[in-house]
């Protein structure tokens, strides 16, 4: 605890991902005190047309008061 989950498009080279599993990582034990054994990073990727569907929609409308980033996109935006 805590696992992370970040669902992304498709293409990011896996050094891409190992760095911000490694950024997510030193914030996680920097900011919130816990050791990096306790720590879990997964990436999820999902296409470009099942976007909205698969992530906007149950994850981010859905949660809207949850978050504490909101994109700057889709109808949730105006909020």
Request: glycine share 8%; no cysteine.
């Amino acid at each position: 605890m805590p696992h992370v989950i970040v669902k992304l498009w498709p293409g990011q080279p896996a050094a891409s991902k190992q760095q911000l599993s490694d950024a997510i990582v030193a914030s996680v034990t920097d900011i919130l005190g816990y050791g990096a054994d306790s720590v879990s990073v997964g990436f999820e990727e999902v296409s470009p047309a099942d976007w909205m569907s698969q992530v906007y929609e149950p994850d981010i409308t859905s949660r809207w008061t949850q978050l504490t980033k909101t994109p700057g996109y889709g109808t949730g935006s105006s909020h």
